[in-house]
């Protein structure tokens, strides 16, 4: 097992005045720039006669926004959630898709005996995704608070009026409401990083023809979890803004 | 034993065990959708998305003995 190398932690490359610079951080921005350059040549030329690749993302993006809206029951609140949800899912999706690209993880720096991959896979890092979380978590309370109001929202998790039952029902809301934080933060980072792990045993112990299957299945899984994360995202917005029950 | 290998260890067991359970939740809320759906196909809009919630609750559990892994190996 001596050829397997498995770090937890993001490597630092460089550090701008006492700002670590890791090798994710480098990849989210890398994934970033893609993503911009993407948008820019779909976005470049609309026309109100669509050509065959404008069409091809109309109908995605129609496809998207239906489901949106049929969810959340509403076109104005549809409007305003759908650039989110879909930002977030073309991130996590382009983010797990770079994976797989041939330079990414192999060219890198030696320090001495160590060796510090240039790229790495952006959501193997737990910064990465906690950061994804905590922008979807701020969303679903702010949401929730604007929505409702803020005495409404609240008193789903500080329920007086329905006894003792109603309370204990409330804090486990509340809490379960916090423990979202950790369980979106590590879904991501567990399937991904345990994917590359995957990746990398089947490399080290058989080489020859094995890692392909195993490689198309973990971008199903990057999918998968882009998806996931977006709709839960989705639902958990449903949820807070749906009226307190009891009333 | 020192505490490195019980550490290790109980890491291990923590993972391994704590995936039992929502292993076959998940199953099971799977199962009951794919039935309902296959019953009311015109509702599967719905219930995939109640599915999915209903999946991400079980497999909260499954990240929270991974986390707890995660403690006891770093701490």
């Given at each position: 097992?001596?050829?397997?190398h498995?770090?937890?932690?993001?490597?630092?490359?460089?550090?701008?005045?006492g700002?670590?610079?890791?090798?994710?951080?480098?990849?989210?921005?890398?994934?970033?720039?893609?993503?911009?350059l993407?948008?820019?040549?779909?976005?470049?030329?609309?026309?109100?006669?669509?050509?065959?690749?404008?069409?091809?993302?109309?109908?995605?993006?129609?496809?998207?926004?239906?489901?949106?809206?049929?969810?959340?029951?509403?076109?104005?609140l549809?409007?305003?959630?759908?650039?989110?949800?879909?930002?977030?899912?073309?991130?996590?999706?382009?983010?797990?898709l770079?994976?797989?690209l041939?330079?990414?993880?192999?060219?890198?720096?030696?320090?001495?005996?160590?060796?510090?991959?240039l790229?790495?896979?952006?959501?193997?890092?737990?910064?990465?995704?906690?950061a994804?979380?905590?922008?979807?978590?701020?969303?679903?309370?702010?949401?929730?608070?604007?929505?409702?109001?803020?005495?409404?929202?609240?008193?789903?998790?500080?329920?007086?009026k329905?006894?003792?039952?109603?309370?204990?029902?409330?804090?486990?809301?509340?809490?379960?409401?916090?423990?979202?934080?950790?369980s979106?933060?590590?879904?991501?980072?567990?399937?991904?990083?345990?994917?590359?792990?995957?990746?990398?045993?089947?490399v080290?112990?058989?080489?020859?023809?094995?890692?392909?299957?195993?490689?198309?299945?973990?971008?199903?899984?990057?999918?998968?979890?882009?998806?996931?994360?977006?709709?839960?995202?989705?639902?958990?917005?449903?949820?807070?803004i749906?009226?307190?029950?009891?009333? | 034993?020192?505490?490195?290998?019980?550490?290790?260890?109980?890491?291990?067991?923590?993972?391994?065990?704590?995936?039992?359970?929502?292993?076959?939740?998940?199953?099971?809320?799977?199962?009951?959708?794919?039935?309902?759906?296959?019953?009311?196909?015109?509702?599967?809009?719905?219930?995939?998305?109640?599915?999915?919630?209903?999946v991400?609750?079980?497999?909260?559990?499954?990240?929270?003995?991974?986390?707890?892994?995660?403690?006891?190996?770093?701490?």
């Amino acid at each position: 097992m001596s050829g397997l190398h498995i770090t937890l932690a993001a490597e630092e490359l460089f550090s701008i005045w006492g700002l670590p610079v890791t090798n994710t951080l480098l990849t989210v921005w890398v994934v970033i720039a893609l993503l911009l350059l993407a948008g820019y040549l779909v976005g470049r030329r609309v026309r109100l006669i669509p050509g065959k690749v404008q069409n091809a993302f109309e109908m995605l993006f129609e496809f998207v926004f239906n489901y949106i809206e049929e969810t959340l029951g509403s076109r104005a609140l549809a409007e305003r959630f759908f650039p989110l949800i879909v930002t977030l899912f073309l991130f996590i999706f382009a983010a797990n898709l770079f994976e797989f690209l041939p330079f990414v993880e192999s060219i890198g720096i030696r320090h001495g005996e160590e060796f510090i991959p240039l790229l790495r896979s952006a959501n193997t890092d737990l910064n990465v995704t906690l950061a994804l979380a905590l922008i979807v978590f701020l969303t679903i309370e702010i949401t929730g608070v604007v929505v409702l109001g803020f005495l409404k929202y609240w008193s789903k998790f500080v329920n007086l009026k329905g006894g003792v039952l109603g309370f204990l029902i409330g804090l486990i809301e509340f809490v379960s409401n916090l423990a979202r934080l950790i369980s979106f933060s590590f879904r991501l980072f567990g399937n991904i990083f345990a994917g590359g792990i995957l990746i990398a045993v089947a490399v080290a112990f058989v080489p020859l023809l094995l890692p392909v299957p195993i490689m198309l299945f973990e971008t199903f899984v990057g999918l998968i979890q882009a998806a996931i994360f977006s709709l839960l995202t989705l639902a958990f917005i449903k949820i807070a803004i749906t009226e307190p029950h009891g009333h | 034993m020192d505490i490195e290998s019980a550490k290790i260890i109980g890491m291990a067991l923590a993972v391994g065990l704590g995936v039992i359970g929502p292993g076959i939740g998940i199953g099971l809320v799977v199962g009951k959708a794919l039935e309902a759906m296959g019953r009311n196909p015109e509702a599967s809009g719905q219930i995939q998305t109640t599915m999915f919630i209903g999946v991400a609750f079980t497999e909260a559990l499954a990240i929270f003995a991974l986390v707890i892994g995660f403690i006891l190996k770093y701490s």
